[in-house]
T-cell receptor
Framework: GAGVSQSPSNKVTEKGKDVELRCDPI?????LYWYRQSLGQGLEFLIY????????KSGLPSDRFSAERTGGSVSTLTIQRTQQEDSAVYLC???????????????FGPGTRLTVL | QKEVEQNSGPLSVPEGAIASLNCTYS??????FFWYRQYSGKSPELIMS????GDKEDGRFTAQLNKASQYVSLLIRDSQPSDSATYLC???????????FGKGTRLHILP
């Protein structure tokens, strides 16, 4: 089947605007993860979902960031009142199992490149 | 602050030689360790996972884990130009639902 898909692939927005990023995981994968990768930086783990539930939201950078997942499938990451430091590639990944379990292979989507002017 | 440390490189290795990539982590109770490869402008892809002390081999790749020293490495034998990429080390923290990635090591295989 298809891999993880993300939309949009690129998003340019003005400072202060809200943006919504979408992730479609691989069908049947129960776990979904959001990461952020800034230029020259490693991956920053933001949040993960087990089904529709996010057990720990402490990885989100600020209260401007929120994420939800419905129907155990599609997830959206919303950034309110965007700031220039939010500019990064936002990557989504999915896996059949969840983080605490061994043998959990995450499959990454192509990412959304967000540029905040 | 629990961390995963990698030398940023670039690490230049002649074609056909062994490339050795290293990673240290700060959380003693971490149990799961991963190596991802990321080509420029692309998403990461899993290369190896390792959970027990010792070596794990998969084709030209060998992951080595030493929990006592809090050290995990990736060896690439018979390096090819197509191995040129950034290699990310990732650690699942013990007791936390989080995965921490290092900043990656840029590997350049010289033809």
């Amino acid at each position: 089947g298809a891999g993880v898909s993300q939309s949009p692939s690129n998003k340019v927005t003005e400072k202060g605007k809200d943006v919504e990023l979408r992730c479609d995981p691989i069908s049947g994968h129960t776990a979904l993860y959001w990461y952020r990768q800034s230029l020259g930086q490693g991956l920053e783990f933001l949040i993960y979902f087990q089904g529709n539930s996010a057990p720990d939201k402490s990885g989100l950078p600020s209260d401007r960031f929120s994420a939800e997942r419905t129907g155990g499938s599609v997830s959206t990451l919303t950034i309110q009142r965007t700031q220039q430091e939010d500019s990064a590639v936002y990557l989504c990944a999915s896996s059949f199992l969840t983080i605490p379990l061994m043998g959990d292979t995450q499959y990454f989507g192509p990412g959304t490149r967000l540029t905040v002017l | 602050q629990k961390e995963v440390e990698q030398n940023s490189g670039p690490l230049s290795v002649p074609e056909g030689a062994i490339a050795s990539l290293n990673c240290t982590y700060s959380d003693r109770v971490s149990q799961s360790f991963f190596w991802y490869r990321q080509y420029s402008g692309k998403s990461p892809e899993l290369i190896m996972s390792i959970y027990s002390n010792g070596d794990k081999e998969d084709g030209r790749f060998t992951a080595q884990l030493n929990k006592a020293s809090q050290y995990v490495s990736l060896l690439i034998r018979d390096s090819q130009p197509s191995d040129s990429a950034t290699y990310l080390c990732a650690v699942i923290l013990g007791g936390d639902d989080k995965i921490i990635f290092g900043k990656g090591t840029r590997l350049h295989i010289l033809p």
